[in-house]
């Protein structure tokens, strides 16, 4: 195995006098932090082990208790797990998550997922050694269902690591995993358990890629739509080891260090457990992923000694955008390749309302609205458990049977979000995409995010029909407007989009190989020339043929063209540019990201969430919802409920649908 850590054995190191440094450290008023710290992290975890010893035979006590007093918080936390051999700190993690009050399933979930056979059963002894009980007991008694059963069958550390793999085992496993889930109703729990934790890996890397042509979806679209709760979660973390420990890691860091708080627990858990292993392979995933390096993302989340001792673990910073290793390359190259394949089953979260009759819904909708005051109950019933067909037709019956406009009388009985939310259900998908561009373009300031995401995530149709419906109600060319009111080439990008006219089909493998090519060079050209081409490619082309080009530029640059985009654009084209990628890569991420950066931190974008929830909902707000979830390790329902009030959140966790 090559090694991939940041931390290994020092050279010359003399156990005895690493003792003698840290008590010395230890020894009287305070204690020198920086010292334990600099010696720590520069020992691997064997050499820790031959200090610990050499303390007790020089000094007669226990260097784990002492460090234990002299240090504190989560410091302290992290330099005592660093003194821990590796099974015993996986066994008092395993422990920690069984024992007390709750469980901790993300915990359990990391380390059964990610561990080899070998690192498993050391775990194991090194359990009942520290605590005189049986893991496996413990397990059981604290999880229940095919949760339970998963963890156990991993447990064992059994998994085939021969290496040699069947080809008519792989077939057969593919087709028994499709039958087990997408091709009957309910689903059979034990297949999926029998192969994925038995399987070697190189078996099912190619079990995966079978089933993707099964399917017509990658293993993981199937997990979610056949499976739930903790089970998912556990299944799905198999997966990913299966394709990549490093990504799997990468991902668990990033959700870490998100968002308000930090979880201090998985941090130290995997920044520990993955030092000596492929840290440097981790590094290279997550600037894969994200906007930053992993250093930098420690730098800014932490602070003080805790933070320099990550650091350390982390072992430096990376370039973003620099070249790959060949191990992240051949991720990136992979990950483009499962995008290209996929065919994603798109759901969503309202339908038409089975035996509805319009002219009822009209009746009751002006008895809600009829006499002195409003029932916003009964409104808020009918329009948001209406597909948008069903919502016309009760429109043109409203005027037909009693006179009136719906939509006047429903504008001056709502009010403020509630009024907003309702009126842009009411409005057709054009006219509602056409009154979001109006909003995003008048007054002071313009909203360049919302015209990048409409123009960016809807078809010709509908981009076509929105322009028709924009010059019908506001008098003037779509085009026209977004010309007067940006510039540049920015303005260039909208104006091209704007047309409608983006090329269908599939991809063309050699004209993507030849655009590919030129992305690539454009990269070393000047930054206009290389906007240009890029603007070229991306706002004209196949979202599947830009699949196949965003591949093959890895093969040709050794770079991501994402990262690309974020280090040497700036501004409102990189917005444009990075929405398409997003996009491209996985449309619903793009709109579950959007989605929480509406309503994260303080104050709520309630433009942003009522025009992705409506233009959503009939669409493919479901997988928007399960992203979500994957993403940000909570519900967009949870999001919803703390971030919204009174019957403005009723009615948008009606069209979110359900809690996951």
């Known amino acids: ?8 054995n020092a050279p010359d190191c003399d156990p005895t006098a690493d003792a003698e440094s840290l008590y010395s450290a230890m020894k009287g008023m305070g204690s020198d932090k920086e010292a334990i710290l600099d010696l720590v992290t520069s020992r691997s975890n064997g050499q820790r082990q031959e200090v610990i010893a050499a303390y007790k035979c020089s000094f007669g006590k226990d260097l784990i208790e002492d460090l234990k007093y002299e240090l504190t918080g989560k410091f302290e936390h992290l330099i005592v797990s660093l003194m821990r051999s590796s099974a015993y700190h996986d066994a008092k993690e395993v422990h920690d998550a069984v024992k007390g009050v709750g469980t901790n399933e993300r915990c359990l979930i990391e380390i059964m997922a990610s561990r080899t056979n070998r690192q498993m059963n050391e775990m194991v002894a090194a359990y009942m050694d520290a605590y005189g009980s049986d893991i496996e007991e413990d397990i059981t008694a604290d999880t229940s269902g095919h949760f339970k059963k998963m963890l156990i069958v991993l447990l064992q550390g059994t998994r085939d690591e021969s290496g040699v793999v069947d080809a008519d085992l792989v077939q057969q ?10 091709e009957q109703w309910g689903t059979d729990e034990a297949k999926f358990i029998m192969i994925l934790g038995n399987r070697s890996v190189a078996h099912l890397c190619l079990v995966f890629d079978a089933f993707e ?6 293993v993981e679209d199937s997990i979610k739509n056949e499976l739930s709760g903790d089970f998912e979660r556990l299944m799905l973390a198999v997966v990913q080891c299966i394709r990549s420990v490093p990504m799997f890691f990468a991902k668990r860091l990033y959700k870490s260090m998100k968002g308000l708080g930090t979880a201090d627990n998985s941090l130290i858990r995997i920044m520990i457990s993955r030092s000596e292993i492929d840290m440097l392979d981790i590094r290279e995933c997550f600037r894969l992923l994200y906007e930053k390096s992993l250093y930098n993302m420690i730098k800014d989340d932490t602070s003080g000694d805790y933070k320099r001792t990550l650091l350390n673990l982390c072992g430096g910073d990376d370039d973003l955008a620099g070249e790959f290793f060949p191990e992240a390359a051949q991720i990136a190259y992979k990950m483009w390749e499962i995008s290209a394949m996929t065919k994603v089953q798109l759901r969503p979260t309202i339908r038409p309302a ?3 009759d319009p002219a009822a819904d009209a009746q009751a909708l002006r008895k809600a609205m009829k006499g002195f005051g409003t ?3 009964a409104i808020i019933d009918i329009v948001a458990q209406r597909s948008n067909a069903q919502r016309q037709e009760i429109r043109q019956v409203f005027k037909s049977l009693l006179g009136r406009d719906l939509m006047k009388d429903l504008k001056s009985e709502l009010s403020k979000n509630l009024e907003r939310l309702v009126i842009g259900l009411m409005l057709t998908p054009a006219e509602f995409d056409a009154k979001m561009m109006k909003k995003a373009i008048e007054g002071v300031g313009t909203d360049e995010h919302a015209l990048i995401e409409i123009l960016v995530t809807r078809s010709n149709e509908e981009i076509l029909a929105m322009n ?5 109600g506001y008098k003037k060319s ?15 990008i909208l104006v091209s989009l704007v047309q409608g006219a983006r090329e269908d089909g599939p991809a063309d493998e050699e004209r993507a190989a030849a655009d590919a090519q030129e992305l690539a060079e454009a990269c070393n050209a000047d930054s206009d020339d290389m906007e240009m081409k890029f603007m070229s490619v991306l706002c004209t082309r196949s979202f599947p043929h830009l699949r196949k080009v965003f591949q093959e530029f890895v093969r040709y640059s050794n770079k991501d063209i994402e990262q690309i985009i974020k280090k040497e654009m700036s501004g409102d084209v990189k917005n444009a540019f990075h929405a398409i990628v997003r996009s491209v890569k996985n449309q619903p991420s793009y709109f579950a990201d959007r989605l929480y950066k509406a309503m994260k931190g303080l104050g709520t974008d309630d433009r942003a969430l009522i025009r992705i929830m409506v233009s959503r909902s009939e669409r493919d707000l479901f997988n ?3 992203e979500f979830k994957e993403t940000h390790d909570a519900s967009l329902h949870e999001f919803i409920q703390g971030d919204t009030s009174g019957d403005y959140r009723k009615t948008l966790l009606l069209l979110c649908g359900g809690e996951d």
């Open 1 to 8: 195995m090559v090694f991939r850590g940041t931390i290994a």
């Open 173 to 182: 496993d593919a087709q028994d995993l499709y039958a087990a889930g997408e």
């Open 213 to 218: 042509k099964i399917a017509e979806m990658p």
């Open 354 to 356: 089975p035996g509805v």
């Open 375 to 377: 029932d916003e109950d």
């Open 468 to 472: 028709a419906a924009y010059k019908d």
């Open 478 to 492: 779509l085009e026209e407007a977004i010309s007067s009111d940006t510039s540049g080439l920015f303005c260039r």
């Open 624 to 626: 928007i919802r399960k």
